[in-house]
């Protein structure tokens, strides 16, 4: 998490200042690399340097962002390299406008549905809360975590079903602490609760890793239901438009693959909690499910008529949503507007700074996908990836989607999913475009982009948003849950679940 805390000094000088101001709290090291980039494109540009090279470089150092996204932000350093690759004439803005209005689908969809589903975040929490405090077996109740997660997932948002299991941990975390520390209500920030006394230490250090099991297990379900429908993850969206398959084809044809994934990640789910590998198989401590059970059953008691009957509202919304993606009655981002006017007009939600709110978790990221669009009109523009591209398509035709596969997973596992996606099916539409592949062989490689790009980029957390949220949120540093635990929890699901989508590419399709 970046502090808000660290700049609170005086600078000495106002160069100090413009100094500490650049890129904020990102340290030392990382601004000097930035600024090199910065300064190091235009001199080989200008010195004669081949434009391909300059723009290979380009985006290396854009993947360097992508890959760096805990140290900041990417839309900063990146929307700088995206402005200077304009500057210097790597690509236009009208290349760059041209790129979103053939991705506007996608941003509507970030900008509204990501939206819509914030105003069903009380039916989602009370879903979660009431999985933990009914189902007393832990195997059960990670089996079933990673099942509605990946069940949302698939209609809903992934980051959003993330932020809603990272808010049920967190409440929970925050009820036992609370009550451990002799207070009386819960304080709005967490950190406020005072440190445990050391008799419950070794009690609050199975809760954490409880709570670990639990977390990544929901995260994984993301992965495993966001790959299965267009409205998943961005980039599906992305795919389906260019591959022209609506919400039920999309479903239909990605399941020789997604649906033996899915069986195979939620079975790893189980293996993990019986063999207690890799930091799974915790138990929740019976004195800590009192103290939690207690407060659920107090609050369910005090819940009021207004806030059934905004879980009715926001139940009915839900199952709109699921008939209207079904049976596409309008473009997806559109559906997600009737979402936000069905569940504000119904449920009262009638101030605007309430309402904008909603927007807040989407927009840093559809900036982002921008710049992401100005980097691709980079790539379009030089031809960057076309020797790749041949090269995999001089390949036989049925070795095309597993070498697809593997590319889009390894690079998407150090960078970002989007992205990579986005360059991708790009090149492969442009060469369905030139009559150089079949339009089956184009619908195969379509499969194997979201596939690779969807289910072996979990073994980080560049890989995926909702793993990156997590490992950003204020609930990670409170159950310990660091950059390299995550990515210890996430090899068995990466090894099981990636070959499993690699065998179903190159064998159940072809």
Not at 117 to 127: E, Q, R, T, V
Not at 234 to 257: G, K, S, T, Y
Not at 482 to 500: D, E, H, K, N, Q
Request: hydrophobic letters at 55%; a negative charge.
């Amino acid at each position: 998490m970046s502090s808000s805390h660290s700049q609170t000094i005086e600078p000495r000088s106002l160069a100090q200042s413009f100094w500490l101001s650049f890129l904020g709290t990102s340290p030392d090291w990382y601004k000097y690399t930035i600024i090199a980039f910065l300064l190091i494109n235009p001199i080989l540009l200008f010195s004669g340097v081949n434009v391909m090279v300059v723009g290979w470089l380009l985006v290396l150092q854009f993947i360097f962002t992508l890959a760096m996204a805990l140290t900041c932000y990417p839309l900063l350093p990146g929307g700088l390299l995206a402005v200077e690759a304009i500057i210097l004439g790597l690509t236009s803005p009208e290349a760059v406008y041209g790129e979103i209005e053939q991705n506007l689908e996608v941003i509507l969809l970030l900008m509204f549905m990501v939206a819509g589903i914030y105003f069903m975040k009380d039916l989602l929490l009370f879903i979660f809360s009431k999985l933990l405090i009914l189902i007393r077996s832990k195997l059960l109740l990670s089996f079933l975590f990673s099942a509605v997660a990946a069940f949302l997932s698939a209609f809903l948002d992934a980051l959003t079903v993330m932020a809603v299991i990272i808010a049920v941990i967190l409440g929970f975390y925050a009820i036992y602490n609370t009550v451990k520390a002799g207070l009386a209500d819960i304080p709005e920030d967490v950190y406020d609760i005072p440190e445990l006394a050391d008799e419950h230490q070794a009690e609050l250090d199975e809760l954490r890793a409880f709570l670990r099991n639990l977390v990544m297990h929901g995260a994984v379900g993301t992965a495993l239901g966001g790959v299965m429908t267009l409205v998943g993850e961005p980039q599906n969206l992305l795919i389906a438009n260019r591959l022209d398959w609506e919400f039920l084809q999309f479903v239909v044809e990605m399941a020789p693959v997604t649906v033996p994934v899915l069986i195979v990640g939620l079975t790893t789910c189980l293996l993990l909690e019986i063999t207690k590998i890799c930091g799974y198989g915790a138990k929740l401590p019976q004195a800590v499910f009192e103290i939690i059970q207690t407060a659920h059953q107090r609050e369910m008691d005090e819940m009021t008529h207004s806030y059934r009957s905004a879980l009715i509202v926001q139940a009915l919304a839900a199952i709109i949503l699921i008939v209207a993606l079904a049976s596409h009655v309008a473009e997806v981002g559109l559906i997600g507007l009737l979402i936000i006017v069905l569940q504000t007009a119904f449920n009262g939600e009638t101030e605007e700074h309430n309402i904008g709110k909603a927007f807040q978790e989407a927009l840093p990221f559809t900036a982002l996908l921008v710049v992401f669009f100005a980097i691709v009109a980079v790539i379009h523009g030089a031809h960057l990836f076309a020797p790749i591209s041949d090269w995999v398509l001089g390949l036989p035709t049925e070795s095309q989607p597993g070498f697809y596969y593997i590319a889009n997973g390894l690079l998407s596992a150090i960078s970002d999913n989007v992205f990579v996606a986005t360059v991708y099916i790009q090149d492969v539409a442009d060469a369905y475009a030139a009559g150089e592949i079949t339009r089956q062989q184009f619908d195969l490689l379509g499969i194997a982009i979201n596939t690779g790009t969807n289910i072996p980029s979990i073994l980080t957390p560049n890989g995926q948003a909702a793993f990156l949220f997590l490992l950003t949120s204020s609930l990670a540093p409170l159950i310990r849950l660091s950059y390299g635990r995550m990515v210890l929890m996430a090899i068995p699901y990466f090894v099981t679940m990636g070959t499993t989508g690699w065998i179903c590419v190159n064998w159940f399709l072809i």
